[in-house]
């Protein structure tokens, strides 16, 4: 049972809409920043958001995040067959002193 | 470019015990603190530990507190975690990742990981 929540899977078709959502506590989202990364099967993951809420370099636009109390979402528009892939979100818990993440999100492309 | 290479990975009887390296370049090593994660088979992402740029400041999930031990040495641009008390549920591919800064324990950057197998 991970510490932050996120839907195991989520779906769209190509130039979809869709938002990834990570739920939390007082004692990490809603006191601390939230970085989200992207886990290809087979390979390392990527960060997709750090922890300033911006892209690093290679990422494209169409990927925002957001966070509001305790909670966050990933926002990923124009859906394209590369998105294919599991997302998953991290922060910092002040209670575990420990950074704690998401059990992440399958998100498949139809 | 960052690189980071880990290396030991092997499989080990349960009690058993391993070193994890990870080479760093690409990067001023003493300037960023480190970190550890695994992803257990079919399961997901699970931060384990981190050390700060001097080394000065660790972090530990519970589970793996007062078995594992993280270290780094500066002057080899290397970090390493110490595997002890070895369980079934500790096998795993284990990542060694940069932080974005001297303290900050969120991962930036990502080695490919190291196979680490717990079995008789």
């Known amino acids: 049972q991970s510490v932050l929540t996120q839907p195991p899977s989520a779906s769209g078709t190509p130039g979809q809409w869709v938002i990834l959502s990570c739920s939390g506590n007082?004692?990490?989202?809603?006191?601390?920043?939230v970085t989200w990364y992207q886990k290809l099967a087979g390979t390392a993951p990527k960060l997709l958001i750090d922890n300033h809420n911006q892209r690093p370099s290679g990422v494209p636009d169409r990927i925002s995040a957001s966070k509001s109390g305790t909670s966050a979402s990933l926002a990923i528009s124009g859906l394209q067959s590369e998105d294919e892939a599991e997302y998953y979100c991290?922060?910092?818990?002040?209670?575990?002193?420990?950074?704690?993440f998401g059990g992440g999100t399958k998100l498949t492309v139809l | 470019e960052v690189q980071l290479l880990e290396s030991g990975g092997d499989l080990v009887q349960p009690g058993g015990s391993l070193r994890l390296s990870c080479a760093a370049s690409?990067?001023?090593?003493?300037?960023?603190?480190m970190i550890w994660v695994r992803q257990a088979p079919g399961k997901g992402l699970e931060w384990l530990s981190s050390?700060?740029?001097?080394?000065?400041?660790?972090y530990y999930i519970p589970s793996v507190r007062g078995r594992f031990t993280i270290s780094r040495d500066n002057s080899k641009n290397t970090l390493y975690l110490y595997l002890n008390s070895l369980r079934a549920e500790d096998t795993a591919v284990y990542y060694c990742a940069k932080s974005p800064s001297g303290t900050e324990s969120k991962p930036e950057s990502w080695g490919q990981g190291t196979l680490v197998t717990v079995s008789s």
């Open positions: 007082t004692s990490n989202i809603g006191r601390n920043t």
């Open positions: 050390i700060s740029d001097s080394g000065g400041i660790t």
């Open positions: 690409g990067f001023t090593f003493s300037n960023y603190a």
């Open positions: 991290a922060s910092w818990d002040a209670s575990l002193r420990t950074v704690v």
